[in-house]
């Protein structure tokens, strides 16, 4: 179970989860709350969880798990629907399954859904002339769940979706041509999307031109992200010492916007470390792919580097202003049981490729 594991990549994951533990206890240290409600000591209940499906997967191997990629996509498809249902609503946005103590985020699991299933439909026709069908059916199966996850609503996840399908689609061996006509089809219907966003949606978008617009509503966020961010200077104020944190200033600290805190607490060389941590990750994941001949584990193995690598750059940009805010969390490092079990996940499957190519 434990041969041919290629140890870059799990020092890397483990460096950054372990700077991730970090920021969560300091966006969570206050002496007078109990520490089950400590985000840091959820988030080690999770990874704990973590390990224990980490080393499920290197056991079982990836083929077996495509194998069955279909009946995971339909599970989570439904529990896109039955959190829309049921779901617990928070900040307006119902995306949660309550269970006991703990949230379960279906959509986090819809990337690794779309991910096995797209590398097990297209590995089967890699040898076939390329169709219309074959481009319209992963198309469709991306789209389903994107349409449940808007519901809900989650924007950032459901944009995160159709970038993955290009990106797989590249090493399934679709000509460039068609991939930039998808990408200029997508441009070509944002004045249409425009009319299904929420209001809140729409502001946000608004106020990433000009935050100061609403600077006490939609706004304050980013400004507040910023103004973290450009206080830490070069070196930082230090671990546990942010005042933007500490002050409560920062909406979303600990998820969406915890490279803010690391902004402010590490400075711009402590980022810069994590920015090079995330980038040999996803380049030794690239490696991988590079020599492995099977299929199915290079489709998955490109599903797994775009997904991270979009996740970072956009919840990155987000707090810096280059993105507007659309909800993405920073992989290993953003509170989210979820979030967490999907990246763990994904890693373990680059791993078990490594081990069966």
């Known amino acids: 179970?434990?041969?041919?594991?290629?140890?870059?990549?799990?020092?890397?994951?483990?460096?950054?989860?372990?700077?991730?533990?970090?920021?969560?206890?300091?966006?969570?240290?206050?002496?007078?709350?109990?520490?089950?409600?400590?985000?840091?000591?959820?988030?080690?209940?999770?990874?704990?969880?973590?390990?224990?499906?980490?080393?499920?997967?290197?056991?079982?191997?990836?083929?077996?798990?495509?194998?069955?990629?279909?009946?995971?996509?339909?599970?989570?498809?439904?529990?896109?629907?039955?959190?829309?249902?049921?779901g617990r609503e928070r900040l307006g946005a119902q995306r949660w399954i309550q269970i006991g103590a703990f949230n379960l985020q279906p959509s986090e699991f819809s990337k690794l859904a779309l991910i096995l299933t797209l590398s097990y439909y297209l590995g089967r026709r890699?040898?076939?002339?390329?169709?219309?069908?074959?481009?319209?059916?992963?198309?469709?199966?991306?789209?389903?769940?994107?349409?449940?996850?808007?519901?809900q609503p989650d924007l950032g996840t459901a944009l995160l979706l159709f970038p993955t399908l290009l990106g797989m689609l590249y090493i399934f061996g679709i000509k460039i041509k068609y991939i930039i006509s998808f990408i200029l089809a997508?441009?070509?219907?944002l004045p249409v999307m425009w009319n299904f966003l929420r209001p809140y949606q729409q502001q946000r978008l608004l106020v990433f031109i000009n935050p100061n617009m609403d600077p006490l509503g939609a706004g304050y966020t980013i400004i507040q992200s910023k103004i973290a961010v450009?206080?830490?200077?070069?070196?930082?104020?230090?671990?546990?010492?942010?005042?933007?944190?500490?002050?409560?200033?920062?909406?979303?600290?600990?998820?969406?916007?915890?490279?803010?805190?690391?902004?402010?607490?590490?400075?711009?060389?402590?980022?810069?470390?994590?920015?090079?941590?995330?980038?040999?990750?996803?380049?030794?994941?690239l490696h991988i792919l590079d020599i492995t001949e099977n299929v199915y584990g290079r489709l998955l193995i490109a599903g797994v580097a775009t997904i991270i690598s979009l996740q970072v750059i956009i919840n990155i940009g987000m707090t810096i202003g280059l993105f507007p805010v659309v909800g993405i969390t920073l992989p290993l490092i953003s509170y989210g049981g979820s979030s967490l079990l999907t990246t763990f996940i994904g890693v373990a499957l680059v791993l078990s490729v490594n081990q069966l190519r």
């Not at 997508?186 to 219907?189: D, E, K």
């Not at 200077?233 to 998820?255: A, C, D, V």
């Open 1 to 86: 179970m434990f041969k041919k594991l290629d140890y870059q990549i799990i020092m890397l994951t483990l460096a950054i989860f372990i700077i991730g533990l970090m920021f969560q206890y300091s966006v969570s240290y206050q002496k007078d709350v109990a520490v089950w409600y400590n985000s840091a000591f959820k988030q080690l209940v999770w990874v704990l969880i973590g390990f224990f499906i980490f080393a499920s997967i290197l056991k079982i191997g990836y083929r077996r798990i495509i194998s069955v990629s279909y009946y995971f996509y339909i599970v989570v498809v439904i529990l896109l629907i039955v959190v829309l249902v049921f």
């Open 126 to 151: 890699k040898d076939s002339v390329l169709r219309l069908k074959s481009f319209l059916v992963p198309c469709f199966l991306t789209a389903l769940p994107a349409i449940f996850i808007l519901k």
């Open 186 to 189: 997508g441009v070509l219907s």
């Open 230 to 285: 450009g206080s830490g200077r070069l070196f930082g104020k230090g671990w546990l010492s942010g005042t933007q944190n500490y002050l409560n200033f920062l909406p979303e600290r600990h998820t969406d916007f915890i490279f803010s805190v690391v902004g402010e607490e590490w400075g711009f060389f402590g980022s810069v470390v994590i920015l090079i941590l995330y980038y040999l990750l996803v380049r030794r994941m």
